[in-house]
Nanobody, 115 residues
Framework: QVQLVESGGGLVQAGGSLRLSCAASGIDFNRRALAWSRHAPGNERELVASIGSFGDTIYADSVKGRFTISRDNDKKMVYLQMNSLKPEDTGVYYC?????????WGQGTQVTVSS
């Protein structure tokens, strides 16, 4: 059974930083691409960043230069380092497998950026 558990969300002022973590189990971690998506009220769920099995990364234009996705295959962990946070980064952040149309999702962690 696939399980993805996010942590690290919280309330931060604009310009601040947060690091999200995702612990994975029940998957062949080293071979899977993983990603972070976010969902803000009134908006569609947005793919924020993904990382392939070889460490190749893709970022949404809205977070390029501010967010960094990484993985630790030994620990089966995926991270999202978020710097220079903006109020528009507010939302529930989900860790999930790729591709999205067949993804397994975590329960999400709330990120709130105050202005």
């Amino acid at each position: 059974q696939v399980q993805l558990v996010e942590s690290g969300g919280g309330l931060v002022q604009a310009g601040g930083s947060l690091r999200l973590s995702c612990a994975a189990s029940g998957i062949d971690f080293n071979r899977r691409a993983l990603a972070w998506s976010r969902h803000a009220p009134g908006n569609e769920r947005e793919l924020v960043a993904s990382i392939g099995s070889f460490g190749d990364t893709i970022y949404a234009d809205s977070v390029k230069g501010r967010f960094t996705i990484s993985r630790d295959n030994d620990k089966k962990m995926v991270y999202l380092q978020m710097n220079s946070l903006k109020p528009e980064d507010t939302g529930v952040y989900y860790c999930h497998t790729m591709p999205r149309d067949r993804a397994s999702w975590g329960q999400g962690t709330q990120v709130t950026v105050s202005s």
